[in-house]
């Protein structure tokens, strides 16, 4: 049960576009399409911003979009504004009937 | 409206037990499978266990054998029972909701912080 692998840091400037990846194995985000991503807060329990690769839930802005290839998925946020600073994870469902997240990844907003 | 409220964490010696709940609002804990997430201060999230609408449960390899998932239909409330607890154990623990219909955690509780320390 390995942590799926992100990197520790992005930044961009406002209006910019960024992509996190998350990188897994067959048996986790290679081999099913429940890969989902959460922003996290300070402080603040994680919120859902994608799930099963590429749904966003009502009420995220539609900056946000997720993608998959093979292994490794991965989140964008387009336009990115001041309020996207944060820390956001991917996670997975996983072969063995149980679920794995990212090492998770901060966003600064420069 | 969903809502999941923690409650149960604070200071606890190393070798201590101690018993999380959650309780939900907005849904049926039963027909739904419910999550243990942890997260250790300045640490990422980590999956503890799962239980699902049948009643089958699954943990992480970190906890297994120390901690049981449980939930009690009556009082549509999910729990975490962790006996053994060490210092790794030390992290804000979150009830989330693992949505069949969706296959992702939708709803997640604010948390409650178990500190384990002598």
């Known amino acids: 049960q390995s942590a799926l692998t992100q990197p520790a840091s992005v930044s961009g400037s406002p209006g910019q576009s960024i992509t996190i990846s998350c990188t897994g194995t067959?048996?986790?985000?290679?081999?099913?399409?429940?890969v989902s991503w959460y922003q996290q807060h300070p402080g603040k329990a994680p919120k859902l911003m994608i799930y099963?690769?590429?749904n966003r839930p009502s009420g995220v802005p539609d900056r946000f979009s997720g993608s998959k290839s093979g292994n490794t998925a991965s989140l964008t946020i387009s336009g990115l504004q001041a309020e996207d600073e944060a820390d956001y994870y991917c996670?997975?469902?996983?072969?063995?009937?149980?679920?794995?997240f990212g090492t998770g990844t901060k966003v600064t907003v420069l | 409206e969903v809502q999941l409220v923690e409650s149960g964490g604070g200071l606890i010696q190393p070798g201590g037990s101690l018993r999380l709940s959650c309780a939900a609002s907005?849904?049926?804990?039963?027909?739904?499978?419910m999550s243990w997430v942890r997260q250790a201060p300045g640490k990422g999230l980590e999956w503890v266990s799962v239980?699902?609408?049948?009643?089958?449960?699954y943990y992480a390899d970190s906890v297994k054998g120390r901690f049981t998932i449980s939930r009690d239909n009556s009082k549509n409330t999910l729990y975490l029972q962790m006996n053994s607890l060490r210092a790794e154990d030390t992290a804000v623990y979150y009830c989330?909701?693992?949505?069949?219909?969706?296959?992702?955690?939708?709803?997640w509780g604010q948390g409650t912080l178990v500190t384990v320390s002598s």
């Open positions: 989330a909701r693992w949505s069949l219909r969706n296959w992702t955690f939708d709803y």
């Open positions: 907005g849904f049926t804990v039963s027909s739904n499978y």
């Open positions: 239980i699902y609408s049948g009643g089958s449960t």
């Open positions: 067959s048996s986790d985000v290679g081999g099913y399409n429940y």
């Open positions: 099963e690769v590429s």
């Open positions: 996670s997975s469902y996983t072969s063995s009937s149980a679920y794995v």
